[in-house]
């Protein structure tokens, strides 16, 4: 990593070069997920099972998908009893959080007498993503599945890719503790495609959450209007903003913490001091080298690792909040008011002792967020993407008979006599004192 010094006239090219770089061409891999897409729709479980062995090498039948209850149940037993309480203390934090987040169904009269107002109800059928491999973590379901217990949808589904050394038991213990009943053990574009479309063995959701890799997100975006998506989440990134009083070995370790995950991470530090630029440097590379994922971190910072010299903090805002960060770290000594000023960013972590890695694990907020700058207009995820409003109209006799004019009158203007004759007939009813 080197030292870039930036301007404030020169923000804008730059943020835009950033976020250039991180675009994929799409057009091969859509190309190979439409192809899956349609091999569900059309075969079922039966190319479940063929995909399944394709790529993730292992022979499965129907009947193998969903994972045994036993399993599940007995899943706290292969896990450690510290692994055990860290689950426990996420998942009572979360749904804690999650609660106060939820608001409520509402009537209330107007001066005319209609009564108004919304109801809320879950959204009934949630599928959740879990990824398999090197990215088995049972915080990607705690922080998903959680929330959609929080907003009381009924029926939970959880999809991860087969292995031979079997599911994570600590995702089997997570989702015991959630409340969620079926795991089905199928992953990639065909797990999306499953809770879409539905097959015999996999039942058919209303919404698919939780992240995965470029084939899922594709995946997840083409079948958005079969069924309702959380977001088109890309790799993740953290942007740190720190001055001279900002300690340089926990500004590298939170930056190495977020390359870690993998060579698409992007991890960029902003700062008006030189000395703490450079320090920064040099921690990361101390520290780089007592990890076990070591060359993913090298190679992550190496292909998106930045550290920006910006002539004031004001400029550090303003990049900010036009690169509208993931992960936002303000560690500087004025950070309170720093914060203040953030208008897009998916999670602000404020004060030198907030790392972000307390907001994947514990915190209490989802960790799963907007990311490639879409925290200019989305929001975290949240028991609010669990749920749906259906407005409430009730008219009154005397709403009816004083409001009919205004739509006989718009829509006489729009040409929908139609409208205006409903409206008409309403109207008339009530001065015969039909109601």
């Known amino acids: 990593m080197k030292i870039i010094k930036l301007s404030s006239s020169s923000l804008v090219a730059e943020i835009a070069k950033i976020r250039k770089s991180q675009k994929r061409d799409l057009k091969s891999i859509e190309k190979k997920v439409d192809q899956i897409l349609n091999n569900i729709s059309e075969n079922g479980d039966k190319a479940l099972i063929s995909l399944t062995k394709k790529f993730d090498k292992i022979k499965l039948n129907s009947k193998d998908f969903e994972v045994k209850k036993s399993l599940i149940n007995y899943s706290e037993k292969f896990i450690s009893e510290d692994v055990k309480k860290s689950i426990d203390k996420s998942f009572k934090r979360v749904r804690d ?58 029926e939970i589904y959880v999809v991860t890719p087969p292995s031979k050394e079997g599911i994570n038991p600590a995702i089997l213990y997570a989702a015991k503790l959630i409340g969620i009943k079926k795991i089905f053990q199928i992953g990639g574009a065909q797990a999306i495609a499953a809770l879409a479309y539905g097959t015999k063995s996999i039942p058919k959701v209303d919404k698919i959450v939780g992240p995965g890799n470029i084939f899922v997100a594709t995946a997840k975006k ?47 530090l902003l700062t008006d001091s030189l000395i703490t630029a450079r320090n920064v440097i040099k921690d990361i590379k101390l520290q ?65 002792a907030s790392a972000e890695a307390f907001g994947d694990y514990i915190a209490g907020p989802s960790h799963v967020l907007p990311t490639n700058g879409s925290a200019r207009f989305s929001s975290p995820l949240s028991a ?12 009154s006799k005397k709403g009816a008979n004083q409001l009919a004019k205004y739509v006989i009158e718009l829509a006489n203007a729009e040409g929908l006599d139609g409208h205006a004759r409903s409206a008409q007939l309403r109207k008339a009813k009530v001065s015969n004192n039909g109601f």
């Not at 959680?146 to 009381?152: D, H, N, S, Y």
């Not at 590298?252 to 060579?263: F, G, K, P, R, T």
């Open 384 to 395: 609010l993407d669990f749920i749906k409003y259906s407005s409430y109209t009730k008219m």
């Open 222 to 268: 083409k079948v958005f209007g079969e069924v309702d998506i959380d977001m088109i989440a890309g790799p993740s990134e953290v942007l740190i903003i720190a001055d001279k009083s900002s300690d340089s070995r926990l500004i590298a370790a939170d930056l190495i913490a977020q390359s870690e995950h993998d060579v698409d991470a992007t991890a960029i």
């Open 97 to 154: 959080y999650q609660k106060k987040k939820l608001p409520k169904s509402l009537r209330y009269k107007d001066t005319l007498g209609n009564t108004l107002g919304w109801s809320i109800n879950p959204i009934e059928k949630i599928g959740i993503y879990v990824p398999g491999g090197t990215a088995s973590y049972p915080s990607s379901l705690i922080m998903s599945g959680t929330l959609a217990k929080v907003a009381g949808s009924k």
């Open 288 to 352: 780089i080298e007592q990890l076990s994922r070591k060359n993913i971190i090298k190679r992550s910072l190496e292909k998106n690792g930045k550290v920006y010299l910006l002539s004031n903090i004001n400029d550090c805002v303003k990049f900010s909040n036009i690169f509208a960060p993931e992960h936002l770290e303000i560690v500087i000594k004025d950070s309170d008011k720093v914060a203040q000023q953030i208008v897009n960013a998916g999670s602000l972590f404020v004060g030198e």
